[in-house]
Structures are given as C-alpha cells and as structure tokens.
C-alpha cells in the first residue's frame, strides 16, 4: 500500500506533468512524445529504473532517427517520481503512436515503458485510435487496467518481476559485449 504523502507526491507529478505537455504543445504546436514508467509500488525513482529509462530514451531517439524524424525539442527530468523525458517532433501523431506502441511491444523493456503521445492540439493519442488493443499486464497478460482495478498481483511480485526483466536484459547486453551499466 502506498502512504498518503507519496500518493499525494505522485498526483503532484502528474499534474505538474500535465501542465509541461501543455506548456510544450502550446509553444511548438508539434506532436509530443511523454515518456515515463509503469513503476508499482511508492519507489518510483532509483538506478535500476533511471537506467531502463535510458534504455527506452535511446529506443525512442533510434526509431526516429530510422524513421529520419527530426526531434524539435527534448528534455529529461528525474524526480522522486520517476524519470520523465518530453521529445517533440513534427510528424502525424497517429504514425507517432504506432512507432511507441511497436517500441512498448516489441522492446524487451517495452511492457515497463509508459510512452504517451499527444497531438498539437493536446489530445492523448490512445492505442483505440491506431486500433491496437490495451496495454497487457506485466504478468498475467490480461488487460492491464483491469489487473490494476482488481488488485489481482501485489507491488512486491510486480517489482520482482520488473527486476528479473531488467536483470535479463543487462545480462544480454553483456553477452552482446556492451559495456552499458
């Protein structure tokens, strides 16, 4: 169970978090890209996840390089929250959420990565617009939202499962010789 003054720090996040997309859509009038983490639990910040957002950063920056999409704007912020990272491109929106839906699914990171993107005119673009269907859960792969309305895994098995994944994919990347973190 979350304590009431980290739930009210989370509800803060997300409000100032609201107010930055508004702010960053208002001055480029450009699709943006809102990029944090599904992280359960009252840590929302510490090395392991700073890392597996640098992992989802550099996964966004790689599909808009492929993509020659070119980043306006791009700015990062870690908080007692979670890291947050605001990229804006000129590009359709709909063509933007399908390339973050296909880094969401087929990342080995992808089901921790909450990558959000909005039009220029402050509509979230949602996976029903690109007829994808919801998020699945982390471990069951039932409807994400419905696991988290029903209660149906505790924070601690969440967690560990978020840990083993990252363990998995640090180890590939040893095995692939990267010397990342």
Not at 9 to 31: A, C, G, P, T
Not at 54 to 64: H, R, S
Not at 157 to 180: A, C, M, P, V
Request: glycine fraction near 4%; hydrophobic fraction near 35%; aromatic fraction near 8%.
């Amino acid at each position: 169970m979350i304590d009431e003054k980290v739930l009210n720090r989370i509800l803060k996040s997300r409000e100032d978090r609201s107010k930055k997309q508004i702010e960053l859509i208002d001055r480029y009038h450009m699709s943006l890209i809102s990029f944090t983490l599904n992280t359960p639990g009252s840590t929302k910040d510490s090395p392991m996840y700073r890392d597996i957002h640098e992992a989802g950063t550099l996964a966004i920056l790689e599909k808009l390089e492929e993509g020659h999409i070119s980043i306006v704007h791009r700015e990062e912020f870690y908080r007692t929250t979670g890291p947050e990272a605001y990229i804006v491109v000129d590009i359709d929106p709909l063509i933007l959420k399908e390339i973050t839906v296909d880094i969401e699914e087929n990342h080995p990171l992808g089901r921790v990565f909450d990558i959000d993107v909005f039009d220029s005119h402050h509509n979230q673009i949602s996976r029903t617009h690109i007829e994808r269907p919801p998020r699945r859960c982390l471990l069951c792969n039932d409807d994400a939202r419905v696991c988290m309305r029903m209660q149906r895994h505790t924070y601690e098995e969440l967690i560990h499962w978020i840990e083993q994944l990252w363990n998995k994919y640090r180890n590939t990347l040893k095995d692939t010789g990267f010397s990342g973190k």
